[in-house]
Structure formats: structure tokens, C-alpha cells
């Protein structure tokens, strides 16, 4: 047995835990090394001196707050709901932690959802003309709130109407100009 | 001890107490209250601090006894409770050290020394009780805890498992590795005192 590992067996040998190969191998370590001796005396003393230290006491007046503690908490009004909640527990959990834990997941499908829209509803596909018209002219509505008084245009742009129109058009009207690629997608025979 | 026979164990009080006995709470307090002192106090070094943690323990035991299940000693969880406090006030006082440093010239006195008059008081003519207190508060954090759960608790090394939520082996790992360097640290208290005379 070296120094490192009689010191790391110092308490399992005041403790009275070690094998007794191992309480002899402690011994014939200690009774040739003074390092570790003195080591093993020093802890001896200190543990001895912890048991005997004084023991600290609460003052005379500790029940006496503890009790006006007490009362001014049993005066605040407890909640009927958190009163139902206290000591059980939801699924294993202390209820704050439930009802957290639920909120996150709500907040995860809520976000998800909006995230991807619903491609199952025919009605809401964007090559349905008549939701896509719905959908796709809306925005116009905002445009006229940003220019009042003038004119603009809500109908679908032709050929000739998309020669005719200036590269400022083309910036005030994107949705038109999408609208246009869509109706070409569908007849593509024009 | 004959009245043993008689005596609500731990686990009984706090069961009548879950069921409305106020009378148990009661005696739980007066079991409780000096034991959890003394580790407390042991654990912050300071008196006024040890006896509000104490107090938080109490009303913690009081607000939450339905969370107490018969699983784990009653000892086990009050001394768990008042652990987590007291590590909590450590943490804030840490904080509060900093700031307080940042704002304050170097002549400031460092805070929480121990405040009993008596605490220079000889134990067995080994050390005095600030020499203690001072090398205990020099341990870090988890080998303080198990130290005093062990030498001045005297709590058995199953229940300071369960306390400190670490296995068996890593208790008594720390304990002895907090035990070696208490005695680092009065040994120089030693060689100073022995200097002096």
C-alpha cells in the first residue's frame, strides 16, 4: 500500500469498513511512514472534534415568529383552483410543471401548424381560381389603403395591358403579374 | 426510554399531520428545529442567516406536507429541504458579495463571521470553535455538506446518499477527501498557535 492509497482508505479504516487483508496492509503502511501516521492522527482528532462541537441552538423566540409566520400565511387567501392542486400531481408532475409542460406543447402545435399550411382542403389550394382570386387580390386592399385616391388595378392584366405597362407598374402590381403566370399555368394552350 | 415505546415515530407525525393534526406539526418543529440549526449554521456560518433558513424549512414543511411521500425517512427530506435553502442563501449572498464589492473600497470587511460571543470557546483543548467553523467554511460546497451531514450530524452514510441524491460510493469518497482537507487546513492552525506560544 502506498501514501495515496492509505489516505484515500483513512475514514473506511476509522469507520471499521476495510477487509481485514486491508486493515493490515493500512497498519504495516502507518507504523513505517510518519506522513501518513500523523495524517491518520490528525483526522482521528478532527472528527473527534466535530462530534464535540458546540451545538447551535434556534433563540427562545423562534416558535413564536415561526407561529406569526404561520398565521399571516394561513390569512392570505388561497385560490379554490390552487387549493383542488395542492399535493397531487399530474402525470407524475407537481402541478405548475403539468400544466407548464402542456402549454409548451399547445405553443409546438400551435406553431406548427400555422407554419404549414393545410394542403388537404381542396378549397384553399392556390390553383382553385376561385380561392386564389380570393386570396391573391387581398392584397390590393392594403395597397389602396397606401394610396388613396388612386386607381388601381384589380382585374387580371392581358397581353396587351402587360405591354402597355411601365417598369413602375410592374413594382406597384406584383401580384398581378403572379396572377398572370398562374392563369398560364393553367391553360397552357394559350 | 421506556416513553420510546410510546414516542410517534418521524414518519407517523408527519402522516397525522398530512391528515390535519396541527399538534404533530408541532412536534416535528421542536424535533427538528435545533438539529437543523446546527447544520445550517454549520453550512452558512452565520447565526441570524442559519435561523431564517431554518424558518423557511419549518414553513416550507408546513406549505408543502402533501409533497412528503412514505418513501424516503421524514429526516431525509427536512434535511433536504434545508440543504437546497441553504445553498440557495449562498448562492444569493455570493451575488450580493459581488456587487456589493464592485461598489465598496478595499477597507471593507469581508461579511458573515461568525457572531456568538462564545464561539472562541476550546473543544476539548483541541480546536476553538471559530478555528472549526472557519476550516469548514473553507471546504467546498459538497464536501461540506457530507462533512457536516457525517461528523456533526452524525447522519448514517445511506441517509446522506439519499440527501445529497449521490451514490453511496461518492459520499464516503467525499466525506474522506473532506476529512483530509480539514486536517490540511488545522494543521496550519496548529503550526500557527504552536508558533505564537
Redesign the interface.
Known amino acids: 500500500m502506498d501514501c495515496y492509497e492509505c489516505?484515500?482508505y483513512?475514514?473506511?479504516y476509522i469507520e471499521k469498513?476495510l477487509s481485514l487483508s486491508k486493515i493490515n496492509e493500512f497498519d504495516n503502511h502507518i507504523s513505517g511512514c510518519s506522513v501518513c501516521e500523523d495524517?491518520y492522527n490528525?483526522?482521528v482528532?478532527?472528527?473527534?472534534?466535530?462530534?464535540?462541537?458546540?451545538?447551535?441552538?434556534?433563540?427562545k423566540n423562534?416558535?413564536t415568529?415561526?407561529q406569526a409566520?404561520?398565521k399571516q400565511?394561513s390569512e392570505q387567501p388561497v385560490r379554490r383552483f390552487s387549493r383542488y392542486f395542492?399535493?397531487?400531481r399530474i402525470f407524475g408532475f407537481?402541478p405548475k410543471y403539468a400544466f407548464a409542460s402542456v402549454a409548451v406543447a399547445i405553443a409546438i402545435v400551435v406553431l406548427t401548424l400555422s407554419l404549414f399550411p393545410d394542403t388537404s382542403n381542396p378549397s384553399f389550394s392556390p390553383l382553385n381560381p376561385s380561392t386564389a382570386s380570393q386570396e391573391f387580390i387581398r392584397p390590393m386592399d392594403t395597397l389602396r389603403s397606401m394610396y388613396p385616391g388612386e386607381e388601381l388595378k384589380t382585374t387580371l392584366a392581358s397581353e396587351s395591358d402587360k405591354d402597355s405597362m411601365t417598369s413602375q407598374d410592374k413594382i406597384s402590381h406584383p401580384k398581378l403579374d403572379f396572377q398572370d403566370k398562374i392563369q398560364l399555368v393553367k391553360d397552357p394552350g394559350k | 426510554m421506556a416513553n420510546n415505546k410510546f414516542r410517534y415515530t418521524d414518519e407517523e407525525l408527519i402522516y397525522r399531520f398530512?391528515k390535519g393534526d396541527e399538534h404533530a406539526y408541532l412536534e416535528l418543529?421542536n424535533r427538528y428545529?435545533?438539529k437543523l440549526?446546527?447544520f445550517v449554521?454549520?453550512f452558512v456560518g452565520s447565526?441570524e442567516d442559519?435561523?431564517d433558513i431554518?424558518?423557511d424549512t419549518?414553513?416550507k414543511l408546513?406549505?408543502h406536507?402533501?409533497?412528503y411521500r412514505n418513501i424516503a425517512k421524514f429526516s431525509t427530506w427536512i434535511y433536504t429541504i434545508a440543504s437546497n435553502l441553504a445553498k440557495t442563501e449562498l448562492r444569493k449572498r455570493k451575488r450580493h458579495k459581488v456587487s456589493i464589492l464592485s461598489q465598496m473600497g478595499t477597507e471593507d470587511k469581508d461579511f458573515d463571521l461568525p457572531s456568538?460571543e462564545?464561539?472562541d470557546?476550546f473543544?476539548?483543548g483541541?480546536?476553538n470553535?471559530s478555528e472549526?467553523q472557519n476550516a469548514i467554511q473553507s471546504l467546498p460546497l459538497h464536501f461540506r455538506t457530507a462533512?457536516i451531514l457525517r461528523?456533526?450530524q452524525?447522519l448514517s452514510y445511506d441517509e446522506i446518499s439519499n440527501i445529497l441524491d449521490v451514490p453511496l460510493g461518492t459520499v464516503?469518497s467525499r466525506?474522506?477527501r473532506a476529512?483530509?482537507q480539514?486536517?490540511e487546513e488545522?494543521?496550519h492552525v496548529k503550526e500557527t498557535r504552536r508558533k505564537s506560544i
Do not use: C, P, W
Open positions: 489516505q484515500d483513512i475514514s473506511a469498513e495524517i490528525s483526522v482528532e478532527i472528527i473527534g472534534s466535530l462530534k464535540n462541537a458546540r451545538k447551535f441552538v434556534v433563540s423562534f416558535n415568529e415561526l409566520r404561520l400565511l395542492e399535493g397531487r407537481e | 398530512q418543529v428545529r435545533d440549526m446546527n449554521y454549520r447565526v442559519a435561523e431554518v424558518q419549518l414553513v408546513y406549505t406536507k402533501h409533497f456568538e462564545s464561539t470557546e473543544v476539548e483541541r480546536f470553535e472549526i462533512v461528523d456533526i452524525e464516503k466525506i474522506n476529512r483530509l480539514l486536517q488545522l494543521k
